[in-house]
């Protein structure tokens, strides 16, 4: 039996999960449930798998679900001393953390240090803090186990001996703007954006992978979960999205996970590793597939090569990169920028930092802060 707490359990990773609890309930306690304020989602969600804790962000939701759940016994805490305390819960042992951006950093890090293993799908938090989150969970003999279907490809392909690796390569499917021309990209609005060809994800990602940041950010998360060096991690275009990425090894043997664009078997296999679990899911069938393999278009998508840049500069740089990414994707995404301008914003935000090489928290909430601030302004001036 695994107690879970699940961060941002009404988003899209978090309903998944819950559907993964839901067909090996024998299998899974859920203690805690954590949202922002989706209040009704989450009230369904408690009567359905009864927590003991749940935690809204916004605490005028908290007071809400309070008044709808008197006839329970539940402690419903808000903010983030109420995620805190719920990471650290003794009863707990995975904590999935599913809430999307930077916001997922210091729970991660409270949940480690309280000796959690975490099941990742938040790779916001390794990006901003890679270093100090591998570091910890190595001090407190936890494991993070990725969520991201990439990761969790290449993780299951990973031998041992990482000396035998030649480079890992991640998949893209190359979003919707893929066969899209440069023209068409400038004038590119919020909603043919969120029209992945693939896959069904809350709105942030959806835009970075449009943008390919999304992968941007996947590099960075592969050379902390995987501790390669930036050179060994490459990128290919996979529109049809069946290899979930790939690891080279010396001798020329390429390993690959294959699977349906389903979040699904990711997240169980997370929870359940180092077994593998029936389910009842969709299986992949090959017959009549193709499956093509292409060099990203570095040109029409420049927040790649600037993810690689910034992560082989490292310090505080990746944190800054991906705070001002989150400010400038919500501005696109409310219509106050057009679709160039979230790279532009970023690449501004990250020539101005002066980078740090300490890796303290707080160093890196200070940059974090100092870069939502400075690409809000970019922002607003146009
Ligand atoms: P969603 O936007 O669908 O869900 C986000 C969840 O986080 C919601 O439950 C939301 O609550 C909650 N939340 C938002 N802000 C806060 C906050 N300040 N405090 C606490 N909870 C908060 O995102 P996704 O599920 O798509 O993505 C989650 C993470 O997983 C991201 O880091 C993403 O990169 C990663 N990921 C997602 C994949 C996918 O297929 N969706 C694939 C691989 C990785 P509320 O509903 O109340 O707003
Ligand atoms: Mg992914």
């Not at 969970?137 to 299951?156: K, T, Y």
């Not at 935000?349 to 002066?354: D, L, N, Q």
């Amino acid at each position: 039996m695994k107690t879970l707490t699940i961060l941002g359990s009404t988003g899209s990773i978090g309903r998944q999960t819950l559907d993964v609890v839901n067909e090996a309930t024998e299998k899974f306690e859920v203690f805690g449930l954590a949202a922002a304020r989706n209040v009704d989602l989450m009230e369904e969600q408690i009567r359905r798998f009864r927590p003991a804790v749940a935690v809204m962000m916004d605490e005028k939701a908290a007071w809400e679900l309070k008044g709808r759940l008197r006839d329970r016994s539940i402690l419903i805490e808000s903010g983030m001393p109420g995620l805190l305390r719920l990471v650290q819960e003794e009863k707990v042992d995975t904590v999935v953390t599913a809430v999307s951006g930077r916001i997922g950093l210091e729970p991660t890090l409270a949940a480690l240090k309280a000796g959690k293993n975490i099941a990742l799908a938040n790779k916001e938090t390794l990006v901003a803090a890679g270093e100090l989150v591998m570091e910890t969970a190595r001090a407190g003999g936890c494991s993070i186990l990725p969520v991201d279907s990439e990761h969790s490809a290449i993780f299951q392909c990973l031998e041992e001996d990482r000396g035998s690796v030649h480079k890992l390569v991640l998949t893209a499917s190359g979003g919707p703007f893929l066969h899209m021309t440069e023209e068409e990209m400038d004038r590119a609005t919020a909603k043919q954006a969120l029209r992945h060809p693939n896959w069904l994800m809350g709105p942030k990602i959806t835009i970075d992978s449009a943008s390919l940041m999304n992968k941007g950010l996947e590099v960075i998360e592969a050379h902390h979960l995987f501790g390669m060096a930036y050179e060994a991690i490459e990128v290919l275009i996979h529109p049809q999205s069946i290899v979930h990425s790939m690891v080279e090894y010396q001798d020329g043997s390429i390993l690959a996970q294959l699977g349906r664009p389903d979040m699904r078997l990711p997240i169980q296999y997370a929870l359940s590793f180092p077994e593998r679990w029936p389910n009842p899911f969709e299986r992949l069938d090959l017959r009549g597939k193709t499956m093509t393999f292409e060099e990203p278009d570095w040109k029409k998508f420049p927040a790649l090569a600037l993810a690689y840049e910034v992560g082989r500069r490292g310090g505080t740089l990746p944190a800054v990169m991906n705070a001002a990414n989150e400010e400038a994707v919500e501005e696109f995404l409310t219509g106050r920028i057009s679709y160039p301008e979230i790279f532009r914003t970023v690449e501004a935000t990250c020539r101005e930092h002066k980078v740090s090489d300490n890796r303290d928290l707080a160093t890196i909430l200070t940059a974090d802060a100092w870069a939502r601030e400075f690409a809000q302004r970019t922002c607003r001036r146009g």
